[in-house]
Each structure stands twice: as structure tokens, then as C-alpha cells.
């Protein structure tokens, strides 16, 4: 027997291959899952003290499902080998017991996984995210700690207890959604030890919400277009929608609103920024794009040249909305949020090659449309 200690993540083992150990998890947690393709089908969550590859008991010689760490996970690895020689001197009574548990939890799984594989088995399917997200704020903006200026404070046992009695949200849906929360800076976890165990790692012992407004923002923001009909294509991310407006917010930052809520950003500033960091040449197609995704500025003349007008309040919660939809299809894909990841890099500069003319973005060879911004190419004469 040994010790093994599994990163956040990493797979322990995949459904198929051939059980030659079997894993007490010490501590952490594990998600018993099915991975197909992209999508990570959850089925159960392991933690301390349970045990993986116990199929073996009834004779089964190959995983019927994955299991992948959710945290920092460390297991006892002990060799079949070893656990059929203790099974083996067990009473016979207790044999009998423990075949029969583990029987009762084959036929379970099997039912899981049929049910699992005939519906969407997301981690966060679409007709969830508004529930989910809703349960928490709901949860926080109930129960929530209002003492400390700016934030509102939860405890982490009272969040997961509220949002799945009160809510009817999992806990641990409901704490990838707060890892949302916490990758986009809109919370912060408050880490300590259990007070039943001094001598343990650090645990989440509350949570700090540092803009309800905007988790509210989002929530309602899904839950409109997602039910309203025909207009669900604003819940699809749009790369370069996302870079534009990102430019145009970093252009106001230092802005000071009207008493409307107003900001005017530099029409040639926007289009130098667009050209050298995101690599378009601006034009009108690109604020229908943007208008398609709900968008809408003014256009003014100024004393300098042309001024974007805006409101930038609306313009920011946007923009954290799609920055939301982008992390939970990384959920979907992955099976749960990963906190360490970088954020993505803008897209860089069409090359040398020949490029769209709309959006410079590089076009393969004798492409007649642009694959990102849908261009007619027009051949050369």
C-alpha cells in the first residue's frame, strides 16, 4: 500500500481501464464521472474516507466510470490483490453484508448513468444557470452579513444549507458557481480551519460578495433571453463583440459619468486601439456586430473629432455577463471551474498572408467569406 496525492483536476483513473488498485480517499474529493469528448458527465462526489475501484468486489475488472481529484487529493492506493486477501478472511456474514452493499451500489450507479446519458448531464446545463446563479444571490442577498462596507459576507455552510433547502441548488453547483465569482473578482473566500478539526488544513469558512448587483445583473440577464423566444443568440459569446467592448470600457476608466450615466469615448482612439490590439480595421459592420449582441452607442461630433456615447454602467454589466457565459462553457467542457487558469489572450494581428478586409483577420486560401466576421472576399481583378 501507498500514499498518492492527485492535483486539482487530474485524473485518477478513466472509465475502462483495468482496476488494479482500489483508493481510500484520505483527503479532498473525488467527482465519479463519465468524460465524453469536451463534456464531463457528473455522477457522484467522493470525499474523505470513501472508496474508489470497489466494483472489484463483485468480480467487475475494469472502471465503469472516471474519477478526477477536485482538489488537492490525497488516497491510500491499496493493491487488489491486498483487498481480496482481507475480503477473503472476512466472517461470512459480513461478506455476505458487504456484497450486498456493494450490489445495491452497482444497480444505483447503473441508474444514474442511464438517467445522466438521456438528458444534458452539464455540470451547468443551459435551463440551470439562471436557477443556479439566482440561488446564490438570493441565498447571499438574504442571508448575507451587510455589516462590513462595500461587501456582503456568508458563511459557507449557511450558503450551501439555504441554497439547497430553501433553493433547491447542490452545493457543490453552488460552490462552482461562487468559483466564478471569485475568478472574475466579483467574491473572495475567507479561509480557515473547521473548528471540529484545529489541527486540519485550511477550509472556506465564509464568503465574501464584493458586487451583488452585477451577480444579479447576470441572472436576470440569462433568465430573459434564455425564455424569451428567438433571442437566446445573445447567450452565445461573440470573441471579437467581447474584445471591442472590452476596449471601448478600458478607454473610459478614468471617465467621469454625466448625471445620465454617460461616457464618450474618442471614435480614433477606439479605432487605433482596435487596429493595434486586436487586429480589425474598424467599421461600420463591426458595430452592427455589436448592435446584433445588444450593444448600442451614439455617435456625436465633437470638438476633437467623433465621440462614442454610452452609458457605461450598462456597457460594464454586458461585458461581465459574457465573461460569465465564456467561464461556464469552460465549466461545461472541463467538469467543474479551474481557479488557476490564465485568461485568455487577445487575438493577435493577422500576418503577411492575405487578410478580410472587414476585420484583418488572416483568410485561408481562396476563402469567398471571412470565417470571423462573415466578409464577402471579393477577388482580386
Known sequence: ?????????????????????VFLIQSGGANQCLVRGKKTIDLFQLGSSHILGDQVILGQNTHPTSAIATTETKVLEIPVETLKQAYESAPQMLKVVIKSLADRLRLAMNDVRSSKLEKDSSPCP????????????????????????????MDWNMMKQYSQRVMGEGPKRVEQVINILVKQKLALYEMGKAPDNPEGPDEIQKVHFLDLGLL????????????????????????????MLEGLLKLVENEQPDRFGIVSADFAKFGEYCKNEIGINLNNDHFTRLEGKGVFMKRKNGGSGVLL??????????????????????????????MDEKDDKPKKKASGGPSCPACSVELQAGAKFCHECGHKIVAAA
Not at 446564490?136 to 451587510?146: E, I, L, T
Not at 444579479?216 to 437566446?232: L, N, T
Not at 447567450?235 to 474584445?243: A, G, I, M, P, W
Open 309 to 338: 456615447q454610452f452609458e457605461v454602467k450598462e456597457f460594464r454589466s454586458i461585458f461581465q455577463s459574457w465573461k460569465m457565459l465564456r467561464e461556464i462553457e469552460k465549466w461545461n467542457e472541463k467538469g467543474y471551474v479551474d
Open 216 to 243: 444579479e445583473s447576470f441572472f436576470e440577464f440569462y433568465q430573459y433571453y434564455y425564455f424569451k423566444g428567438g433571442r437566446a443568440d445573445l447567450l452565445k459569446v461573440d470573441e471579437l463583440c467581447q474584445q
Open 126 to 153: 443551459e435551463d440551470q444557470v439562471a436557477k443556479a446563479f439566482g440561488a446564490v444571490f438570493h441565498a447571499a442577498n438574504h442571508k448575507g452579513d451587510r455589516s462590513t462596507p462595500g461587501r456582503v459576507i
Open 1 to 21: 500500500m501507498s500514499v498518492k496525492t492527485f492535483k486539482k483536476g487530474e485524473l485518477i483513473y478513466k472509465d475502462g481501464d483495468k482496476i488494479t488498485s
